[in-house]
């Protein structure tokens, strides 16, 4: 599901990082999310730019591991596969 509505139309980014991003982060939100889950996408105005939101109901992430994220070359196991 997307809700774009309120999106900007267009905004100034580094073209190339930004799909790189979405699709991490797409992806990442669909292959942790089991068959008959939902993921759904949204982008809004906000003050200075824009927002991209990603919710799901996937396997998440636990607590202590939430300010790792962004790390370079770090990647946090699928507790499903431990």
Known sequence: MADLE?????FEADRRAFRQIVLNIVGNAVKFTRHGGTVTVAMRRCAGGAELKVTDTGIGIAGDQIGKLGTPFFRIEDPQQA
């Open 6 to 10: 309120d999106a900007p139309r267009v």
